[in-house]
Every structure is written in C-alpha cells, then in structure tokens.
C-alpha cells in the first residue's frame, strides 16, 4: 500500500505541474500560428512562461486544481475499497503540500474542508477489466471551464446557425456553438470532449471520458472522424482567440464520442476544457503498486523557452498595444485616461476578493480602506511557513462574471478603481465602471505561476473565516501585467469580440453533413 500511495501521490503531482505532451504540442503549435505583438501572442507567452515555471518549481500550473477526477480500470480480483482509501490519502497529502488548492466545499454551508476531501470528492469511478494491470487516469478540470459545459437536446434553436436537428449536421451545428458560447471564458484556447447520446448523466460523462484521449489519436468511427476534423478546422475561424482577445487559435482539441439513447431523447453533451489541460494516466502493477508506465509519453516534446517566430500583426486594431504602469491608490483621471487593448503593469498594493468577499462587501464595511484601490478575483493556492509567514504558490484569476450581480454596487460603495480577473464582466458592471470610473483588466487566466512570481509579499489577510480561497489577501506585486478589456468610456472587448463571433458562427449555417 506505500507503493501506491508514493504512485498515486506522484499522479496527482505530475497533473497539477506538467502538461502531457501532446496539450504541450497543441499550445506550442497555437503560439506558432498567432502574429507577433498581437494581444493573442502575448497571453500565449505568458502562459509559455508559466507552464515552463510551473514545472521548474513542481507548483500548480493554475491555481484552480479543480475537481480532482479518477478514472479507474481493475483486473478481476482487485480491492477498490483500498485503491479508493490510497487515493484519498494522496489527496489530501498533495494539498497539504500545495500541489493541489483545498477546493472541496460544503455544498450548502461553504465550509472548506481544507484538504480536498469530502461527499464524493475525490470522483473516483471504477471499472473491472480483463488485463492484467491497473489503469489509473487523473484529470484536474477547473471551475471556470467546467463551467462553459454545455448539453443540447435536439432538436433545438442555436443562436447564430438556426434549427439543429437530430442528425449528424445538427450535432455539428451544436459543437461549434459549444465553442462560440464558451467565449474567453473558460480559459480559451480550450478543448472538448464530445458525448453524443446517453442520457443527461452519462452523456456528460461520456464528454468527459473523451478527454483523456490522446489528442494524436484518429477516431475510428468515420464520420466522427471527419466532423472531429471539420470542427477542428472551422472553430478556429470564430476568431476568439487566447482569452477570447481575438486571435488564430481558439479551438486546441476536439474529440467525440457516441453512445445508444433512448428514441424520445437526442443529447449532445460538450465538455470544455481550458488551455490548462491537467490530465494525466499511469499503468500500474496490481502486486506492488509500483508505476510500469506513464500515459500520453508518445511523440516529441516542445521547448517552451525557445523563441518562436510569428508573422507580423495583420489584423486591425488588434496590433501591438500601448503600455501604462499602474499604482494604487489610482485617481479617476489616471482611469479615464485608460482604453480597452492598453497592457497595463501594476506595481504596489492589491487585494484579492472572490464570491464570498463580494457577497460580505455588499453588506458590511470593508476590512481595509479600499477607496483608489485595485481588486483581484483571484483564489490562491498559499501555504504557511514555520514562522507563521504566508507563501503564494499559485496565483492566477479566477473567473469574473460570478461577480457580475455586486462588483458594480461595491466598486462605487468603496470608491474602488479597478478590479482584475478573467472572462470579463456584464453590462451592470460595464454601466458602473462608465459612472464611477473604474476599469476592469484581463488578467491571462490560468498563469499561476507567473502571476506568484509578480507576488513579492503577502503584507496581510482579512476575513480567513472563508477559507484560503475565498479570504481578502494583502498582496504587495511588481510587474503585474493585464490587459485593459472594459474601460470608463462604456467599451468592451468581450462583448466586441462575442458580436464578430457570432457573425462568423453565422456563416456555418448551411448544411454540411
Ligand atoms: S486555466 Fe482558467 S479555466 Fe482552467 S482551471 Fe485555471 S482558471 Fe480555471
């Protein structure tokens, strides 16, 4: 049983820190197609650079290590009730180490549990089958891409491409819509696992089974085969992008799966994943619990650190921004003067702030004289040093529309002037930031590591009654760098980019299958 302990520690680990090759292949292959100096290729640096960082320093590659998610095949024989008990233990040893954030809560209360442990989580799903070894695989799908899941039942009415139908067009129609309504939101560029069938429950599980294929893999189905393909070659024509800045590449991955259904019933399930594609497998020996073989090791390996060359930037307007360094306590002029595509660098004071400190804001006075001041939607992975000092291990946004019903109402109560995080915001925020001069940064979602890096103390912390995750952190940054998506003058990128997108998703309108 230490054998496997020391494995499936080692699992878990290697998921939280190391993409698999084959996601490594698709990003690099991402930055390769994006011109240079261009919003895209600079959030593609960035995530570059944490995911070089993230291994170096054996720390999360996103601070949101998500729903830790085991799939499980057993030969005839094998106790899961130790394998499940072994697991655990793994779970909690590896968030007690900072690999894995603590992000199991008590549904109806909120408690953390604070070691990732709790009423069905870790999943754990089992399977007997006929070989003689164990197959073990991991994946770490975050909150903000599990989120931009999505599951249609056809026949239904798609914005953008009209009527889909219960055939293979009408599945076609609502894969490319799955990507479209993703936005930047979930991380983008992402990839999706596909469920066709099922019902409600297990075609979302068969979306998410579609994950752990390799990405290099051909379908044998013929006609997933093509509409893999179709996909793959036209989602990147909506024109998203990394982050959903705009840009060549949105869609990294695709893969899709069918399984019987029922006549009355007609469901396509999607499963999104983020750039962040944390998924790994191990072949393990039933007697020893030893590791025989690691999963997802075929094909070459790509040197992140290695200069890429890029076309010059084409596309208008999205050419090399104009830079402003930021320092709180910032004045309305000094917001006003901001617009949406600046790359802002923040150096000095900021606070992190996510669900719960917005819903406690609204209601009470704030720890901390916030007026001038900058908010992070940020839930970071910290750890505590012998001496009682605070250590950020991961630290990337988190995603902001959850905040969509307070951030205006509290941007105004305390005089804040900026907030950062990921996926953007709505039009009550965007209304907000217009009358109260505020602004609201993209922040390059999933980079963790790079972010921690920018972190150069942690000077205090408020209101850890909500757990890590959620408390009000006093961080003192340096270089912190984001992009300006909504400014005071009542712009957005988002919904900019989600117009062009959707005029794009237009043109697939017409039968192809
Ligand atoms: S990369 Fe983004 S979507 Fe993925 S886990 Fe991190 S914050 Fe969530």
Redesign the pocket.
Same mark, same amino acid.
């Given at each position: 049983m230490e054998k496997l302990f020391e494995s499936m520690y080692q699992l878990v680990v290697e998921t939280s820190t190391k993409l698999p090759k084959d996601a490594r292949r698709a990003v690099y292959q991402a930055k390769l197609r994006e011109n240079a100096g261009t919003r895209a290729a600079m959030s593609l640096d960035t995530i570059s650079q944490n995911i070089i960082m993230a291994e170096e320093n054996i720390s999360p590659i *996103?601070q949101?290590t /998500?729903l830790p998610t085991f799939k499980i095949k057993t030969p005839v024989g094998v106790n899961q009730l130790e394998i499940k008990e072994v697991i655990r233990k793994a779970v909690a040893e590896a968030t007690k180490n900072g690999k894995l954030r603590p992000n199991s809560v008590d549904s109806l209360t909120g408690a953390n549990s604070g070691d990732n442990l709790g009423d069905g989580v870790p999943v754990i799903k089992f399977e007997q089958w006929d070989k003689d070894y164990i197959d073990v695989r991991l994946i770490l799908k975050? @909150?903000?891409?599990e989120n931009k899941n999505i599951q249609y039942s056809l026949p239904c009415e798609l914005e953008g491409l009209g009527r889909a139908g219960r055939d293979l067009d009408g599945i076609r129609k609502c894969i490319l819509h799955s990507v479209y309504q993703a936005q930047g939101q /979930?991380?983008s560029a992402g990839f999706i696992g596909v469920g066709i069938g099922g019902d409600r429950s297990s075609g979302y599980d068969l979306a998410k089974e579609q994950l752990f294929r390799n990405l290099d893999d051909v379908n044998p189905n013929e006609d997933l085969r093509k509409l893999e393909e179709y996909i793959m070659e036209n989602a990147n024509k909506l024109g998203i992008g990394t982050m959903g800045f705009g840009g060549e590449t949105t869609l990294l991955g695709c893969k899709i799966g069918v399984m019987h259904r029922i006549p009355a019933s007609f469901y396509v399930s999607v499963a999104y994943n *983020?750039?962040?594609f944390r998924r790994q497998g191990v072949k393990i020996d039933p007697a020893t619990g030893a590791i025989l073989e690691w999963h997802y090791q075929e094909g070459d390996d790509v040197d992140f650190s290695k200069k890429v060359e890029q076309a010059p930037a084409a596309v208008e307007g999205n050419d090399s921004p104009r830079e402003v360094v930021l320092e709180a306590p910032i004045t309305e002029e000094q917001i006003r003067s901001l617009k949406v595509g600046d790359v802002v660098t923040i150096n000095g004071r900021m606070y992190t702030g996510r669900d719960a400190i917005h819903h406690y804001l609204m209601e009470h006075d704030a720890p901390v004289d916030l007026n001038g001041q900058i908010i992070y939607h940020c839930g970071p992975v910290m750890l505590k040093d012998e001496e009682g000092k605070w250590h950020v291990k991961a630290a @990337?946004p988190?995603t902001s529309i959850r905040e969509e019903p307070y951030q205006g109402d509290i941007m105004k109560k305390f005089g804040i002037r900026a907030v950062i995080g990921?996926g953007g915001m709505g039009p009550k925020t965007l209304k907000a930031l217009q009358e109260h001069g505020g602004v609201y940064l993209n922040a390059i979602?999933?980079a963790a590591q790079y972010y921690a890096d920018c972190i150069e103390a942690v000077d205090g912390v408020d209101l850890m009654q909500f757990g890590i995750p959620e408390a009000m952190w006093h961080l003192r940054v340096k270089g912190f760098k984001a992009v300006v998506t909504m400014d005071s003058h009542g712009n957005s990128l988002h919904q900019d980019v989600e117009k062009s997108s959707l005029e794009k998703l237009a043109q697939f309108k017409e039968r192809v299958f």
């Amino acid at each position: 049983m230490e054998k496997l302990f020391e494995s499936m520690y080692q699992l878990v680990v290697e998921t939280s820190t190391k993409l698999p090759k084959d996601a490594r292949r698709a990003v690099y292959q991402a930055k390769l197609r994006e011109n240079a100096g261009t919003r895209a290729a600079m959030s593609l640096d960035t995530i570059s650079q944490n995911i070089i960082m993230a291994e170096e320093n054996i720390s999360p590659i *996103c601070q949101d290590t /998500g729903l830790p998610t085991f799939k499980i095949k057993t030969p005839v024989g094998v106790n899961q009730l130790e394998i499940k008990e072994v697991i655990r233990k793994a779970v909690a040893e590896a968030t007690k180490n900072g690999k894995l954030r603590p992000n199991s809560v008590d549904s109806l209360t909120g408690a953390n549990s604070g070691d990732n442990l709790g009423d069905g989580v870790p999943v754990i799903k089992f399977e007997q089958w006929d070989k003689d070894y164990i197959d073990v695989r991991l994946i770490l799908k975050g @909150g903000g891409c599990e989120n931009k899941n999505i599951q249609y039942s056809l026949p239904c009415e798609l914005e953008g491409l009209g009527r889909a139908g219960r055939d293979l067009d009408g599945i076609r129609k609502c894969i490319l819509h799955s990507v479209y309504q993703a936005q930047g939101q /979930g991380c983008s560029a992402g990839f999706i696992g596909v469920g066709i069938g099922g019902d409600r429950s297990s075609g979302y599980d068969l979306a998410k089974e579609q994950l752990f294929r390799n990405l290099d893999d051909v379908n044998p189905n013929e006609d997933l085969r093509k509409l893999e393909e179709y996909i793959m070659e036209n989602a990147n024509k909506l024109g998203i992008g990394t982050m959903g800045f705009g840009g060549e590449t949105t869609l990294l991955g695709c893969k899709i799966g069918v399984m019987h259904r029922i006549p009355a019933s007609f469901y396509v399930s999607v499963a999104y994943n *983020c750039w962040a594609f944390r998924r790994q497998g191990v072949k393990i020996d039933p007697a020893t619990g030893a590791i025989l073989e690691w999963h997802y090791q075929e094909g070459d390996d790509v040197d992140f650190s290695k200069k890429v060359e890029q076309a010059p930037a084409a596309v208008e307007g999205n050419d090399s921004p104009r830079e402003v360094v930021l320092e709180a306590p910032i004045t309305e002029e000094q917001i006003r003067s901001l617009k949406v595509g600046d790359v802002v660098t923040i150096n000095g004071r900021m606070y992190t702030g996510r669900d719960a400190i917005h819903h406690y804001l609204m209601e009470h006075d704030a720890p901390v004289d916030l007026n001038g001041q900058i908010i992070y939607h940020c839930g970071p992975v910290m750890l505590k040093d012998e001496e009682g000092k605070w250590h950020v291990k991961a630290a @990337g946004p988190t995603t902001s529309i959850r905040e969509e019903p307070y951030q205006g109402d509290i941007m105004k109560k305390f005089g804040i002037r900026a907030v950062i995080g990921k996926g953007g915001m709505g039009p009550k925020t965007l209304k907000a930031l217009q009358e109260h001069g505020g602004v609201y940064l993209n922040a390059i979602g999933g980079a963790a590591q790079y972010y921690a890096d920018c972190i150069e103390a942690v000077d205090g912390v408020d209101l850890m009654q909500f757990g890590i995750p959620e408390a009000m952190w006093h961080l003192r940054v340096k270089g912190f760098k984001a992009v300006v998506t909504m400014d005071s003058h009542g712009n957005s990128l988002h919904q900019d980019v989600e117009k062009s997108s959707l005029e794009k998703l237009a043109q697939f309108k017409e039968r192809v299958f």
